[in-house]
Every structure is written in structure tokens, then in C-alpha cells.
């Protein structure tokens, strides 16, 4: 999953992010042209929408004063907000 949460701005905003669980930055992931479906492809879990993915990035980023994520941050992030639908606040 690292190597697609780090080119994710590369990706189509619409398309669709699968991955195998557990979801791990060492997970296997692929895009998707789908936007609409949540379905499992091949083997593969729906993780979330690449739009959402980069906006759950900008917030970690804009909670911790502009810091730059490392991939495993970005995937923490991205996997928080998969299972919990909330985003990867640090404690005040």
C-alpha cells in the first residue's frame, strides 16, 4: 500500500483504492477506476477514494503544523480513517 499512498497524486481523484487486509504499508494495493463500488477486486478491500485519501493526508498534515508525513504516516492515516471513519488527530 506504501508505494500507491505515495504516488497518490498521480491517480485519477475518482478512482478507487483497494487493498489487502490487514492494511500494513507493506499491504498490496491497486487503483481502481470505480467510484462507485465498495466491492472486493480481486482479492483486494476497499479501502477508500483517492480524494478522500489525499484530503485525510492534508489534514494530518495541517494538525501537526504543515509537517510532511513520512509513507507510513500517510498510510496510518489513510487506514484510520478506513476503519474509523475519523481522521488521525494527535492528543491535545
Known amino acids: 500500500m506504501g508505494e500507491v499512498i505515495e504516488r497518490l497524486a498521480e491517480f485519477n481523484r475518482e ?3 483497494y487493498a489487502a487486509k ?36 492534508e489534514v494530518w498534515s495541517e ?3 504543515g509537517a510532511r508525513p513520512t509513507i507510513a504516516e500517510r498510510c496510518a492515516a489513510v487506514v484510520c480513517y478506513a476503519n474509523h471513519d475519523d481522521y488521525l488527530i494527535p492528543d491535545q
Open 15 to 17: 478512482h478507487t483504492i
Open 63 to 65: 494538525h501537526r503544523d
Open 22 to 57: 490487514p492494511w500494513t504499508v507493506d499491504s498490496e494495493a491497486r487503483v481502481q477506476q470505480d467510484p462507485h463500488s465498495t466491492a472486493p477486486l480481486d482479492g483486494l478491500d476497499y479501502l477508500l477514494d483517492v480524494y478522500t485519501a489525499l484530503d485525510v493526508i
